[in-house]
């Protein structure tokens, strides 16, 4: 079994910055895609970001496109979204997500593992 556990999240003004991490634990996720989803209070979850299973290539929605960055710390067994430029739209909590997947990153379902969320709230 996978746990996955994420932290980083708090309250920020707009145009700061966060960075959100995400513990993996349980088992080695070598060869698995990591990824990054936010869901608003009334709104679906939405893709932010994911990493392919060797880090090779990376993958952003559009709200994050320019602004975010995903990365992985194997060592650590770790993946991390930076978030820069952060506007009130980007409040939402933010789930980190693992899954054995080489398409389609942006569809939620295809992840097997989800952690319990972080909250990001962004003041204007």
């Known amino acids: 079994q996978v746990q996955l556990v994420e932290s980083g999240g708090g309250l920020v003004q707009a145009g700061g910055s966060l960075r959100l991490s995400c513990a993996v634990s349980?088992?080695?996720?070598?060869?698995?895609?990591m990824a990054w989803f936010r869901q608003a209070p009334g709104k679906e979850r939405e893709f932010v970001a994911a990493?392919?299973?060797?880090?090779?290539?990376?993958y952003y929605g559009d709200p994050a496109e320019g602004r975010f960055t995903i990365s992985r710390d194997y060592a650590k067994n770790t993946n991390y979204l930076q978030m820069n430029s952060l506007k009130p739209g980007d409040t939402a909590v933010y789930y980190c997500a693992a899954g054995i997947i080489y398409t389609d990153y942006i569809a939620h379902n295809k992840y097997n593992y989800w952690g319990q969320g972080t909250q990001v709230t962004v003041s204007s």
């Open positions: 990493l392919s299973w060797s880090g090779g290539s990376t």
């Open positions: 349980g088992r080695t996720v070598g060869s698995y895609a």
